[in-house]
């Protein structure tokens, strides 16, 4: 038995806004609301993060994700959506449970900003993608 806060979610011991349920997966409102209608889904098996969730799990995670975010849109007035899954504590994980972050965008002045700088000068792509073919 696992202590983290989305297994006590899905225990029933901590409330949540409850936005999907079914045999394998929850999803609910995340308590930070980054911007209106943040939501995370969640695997109800405990697995600690993406890197570690059996392939069937996060198809199943993955498809909430999407019809999530497409209510996002139409039920919301959101312009755009972002996934998001964070994995292990140097990318930001702070709840050791895999979950997705479905996160309706309105504007670039609402709650979320990600910026991808490049930072590609001096690296040797070549050899960068041929350390991690995965074929
Ligand atoms: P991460 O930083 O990717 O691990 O995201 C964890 C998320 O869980 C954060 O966005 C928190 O706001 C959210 N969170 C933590 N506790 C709760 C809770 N009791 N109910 C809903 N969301 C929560």
Redesign the pocket.
Known sequence: MHDD?FCK?IRGE?P?YKVFEDQDVLA?????QVTKGHT?VVPKDHYDNFLSVPQEVMHKVMDVAQRIGQVQISMLGAKGVNILT?CYEAA????KHF?V?VIPRYDNEDGLRLEMKDSSEGLNLPAIAKDLRID
């Open positions: 806060v979610i901590i949540c609910f409102l995340d308590i930070s995370l964070n930001g994980q702070s709840v979950h972050h």
